[in-house]
Antibody, heavy 119, light 107 residues
Framework: EVHLVESGGGLVQPGGSLRLSCAASGFTFTNYWMHWVRQAPGKGLVWVSR????????NYADSVKGRFNISRDNVKSTLYLQMNSLRPEDTAVYYC????????????WGQGTLVTVSS | DIQMTQSPSSLSASVGDRVTITCRTS??????LNWYQQKSGKAPKLLIYAASTLQSGVPSRFSGSGSGTDFTLTISSLQPEDFATYYCQQSYSTPRTFGQGTKVEIK
C-alpha cells in the first residue's frame, strides 16, 4: 500500500527554523515528483514546492522562495522541507503528496504535520 | 501565476440532489485540471484528474468536464459521505494553484 507519513512539525518562534520529513513507502520513490502543500487553520490549500525524481529540479511558491528548501533522499525514500526565517503566516498543516505522472494530480497525500510559528 | 476561481464558495444540498461546482482559470490550461475532496480534519483526496478522468476507486456519481478555462465537477446524487470541501487545482504550470474551495453542507 502506498503510504506517506510526515513528521517534524511543532511550535517555533518567528525567525526560527524547522525541517519537515515525509517518509514514503509502498512505491518506487525514485520514479515520482514530490510536492509540499500547506493549509492554514480554517483556510484553503496552498501549493508550496515540488522536486523532481532526481532532486535536481525544484520549484517554489513566491511566498516561500528564498526561505524554504525542498530536498529528497532517494536511498531513504524520504522527502524534506527545510523551513528558515519562519513567519507567523507560515503557520499551517503541511502535507506531502506524490505527483502522478503526466501532471495528473497529487495522489496520495500524507496525514499532515502542524507547524505553528508564534512567540 | 494562474488564478483559480471556484463557485459557489459554499452550498447546502440534500441527499440525492445533483450538485455542480465550477472552476474558472485566468488563462487556458487545456485539460490540466484536478479535483480534490477534503473531509474535516483529513488530508485531501484526488477525485478527478485531467478534467474528466475518475481516479481509481472514486464512485461513478462524481464526474468532471471542461477544457480551456471553464471546468465543472458534478455529483449526480449526493450521498451522506460526500459532505466535504472540494478544491480544483491546475497542473498546467507552477505554481500549482488551487481554487479557494467549495464547502458542501447538509440542507
Amino acid at each position: 500500500e502506498v503510504h506517506l507519513v510526515e513528521s517534524g512539525g511543532g511550535l517555533v518562534q518567528p525567525g526560527g527554523s524547522l525541517r519537515l520529513s515525509c517518509a514514503a513507502s509502498g512505491f518506487t520513490f525514485t520514479n515520482y515528483w514530490m510536492h509540499w502543500v500547506r493549509q492554514a487553520p480554517g483556510k484553503g490549500l496552498v501549493w508550496v514546492s515540488r522536486i523532481n525524481s532526481d532532486g535536481n529540479n525544484t520549484n517554489y511558491a513566491d511566498s516561500v522562495k528564498g526561505r524554504f528548501n525542498i530536498s529528497r533522499d532517494n536511498v531513504k525514500s524520504t522527502l524534506y522541507l527545510q523551513m528558515n526565517s519562519l513567519r507567523p503566516e507560515d503557520t499551517a498543516v503541511y502535507y506531502c503528496a506524490r505527483g502522478q505522472p503526466r501532471q495528473q494530480g497529487l495522489d496520495p497525500w500524507g496525514q499532515g504535520t502542524l507547524v505553528t510559528v508564534s512567540s | 501565476d494562474i488564478q483559480m476561481t471556484q463557485s459557489p464558495s459554499s452550498l447546502s444540498a440534500s441527499v440525492g440532489d445533483r450538485v455542480t461546482i465550477t472552476c474558472r482559470t485566468s488563462q487556458s490550461i487545456n485539460s490540466y485540471l484536478n479535483w480534490y475532496q477534503q473531509k474535516s480534519g483529513k488530508a485531501p483526496k484526488l477525485l478527478i484528474y485531467a478534467a474528466s478522468t475518475l481516479q481509481s476507486g472514486v464512485p461513478s456519481r462524481f464526474s468532471g468536464s471542461g477544457s480551456g478555462t471553464d471546468f465543472t465537477l458534478t455529483i449526480s446524487s449526493l450521498q451522506p459521505e460526500d459532505f466535504a470541501t472540494y478544491y480544483c487545482q491546475q497542473s498546467y504550470s507552477t505554481p500549482r494553484t488551487f481554487g479557494q474551495g467549495t464547502k458542501v453542507e447538509i440542507k
